[in-house]
Nanobody, 127 residues
Framework: QVQLVESGGGLVQPGGSLSLSCAAS????????YGWARQAPGKEREAVSC????????YYVASVEGRFNMSKDPAKKTWYLQMNNLTPEDTGIYYC????????????????????WGQGTQVTVSS
């Protein structure tokens, strides 16, 4: 059974940084794409970033490119999201996500290829 457990998040001022982590279990690490999605108040859930074990380069949604950095630790089956220069538009619930490889092949666009979700963690950017 797949389990995805996020940690991190919280309240930060604009321009600040936060780090998220996702501890995963119950699946073959090499068969999936994995990453992050978020849902802002009143908006649909959107993919933020994803990667696969066989590649070293994550994809990012355009709005976070250059500010967010996704990394992985295969030995711990954990992936991370370092979020820098945060803006109020980054506020929302952040979910770690496990998807089919097609998610990565699509450039991590959309959520239709995501098969499992973590419970979510709140990120609030406010002064």
């Amino acid at each position: 059974q797949v389990q995805l457990v996020e940690s991190g998040g919280g309240l930060v001022q604009p321009g600040g940084s936060l780090s998220l982590s996702c501890a995963a279990s119950g699946f073959n690490w090499d068969d999936y794409a994995y990453g992050w999605a978020r849902q802002a108040p009143g908006k649909e859930r959107e993919a933020v970033s994803c990667m696969r074990n066989r590649e070293s380069t994550p994809y990012y949604v355009a709005s976070v490119e250059g500010r967010f950095n996704m990394s992985k630790d295969p030995a711990k089956k954990t992936w991370y999201l370092q979020m820098n220069n945060l803006t109020p538009e980054d506020t929302g619930i952040y979910y770690c996500a496990l998807g089919f490889s097609t998610w990565y092949l699509r450039g991590c666009r959309g959520t239709q290829d995501i098969d499992d979700w973590g419970q979510g963690t709140q990120v609030t950017v406010s002064s």
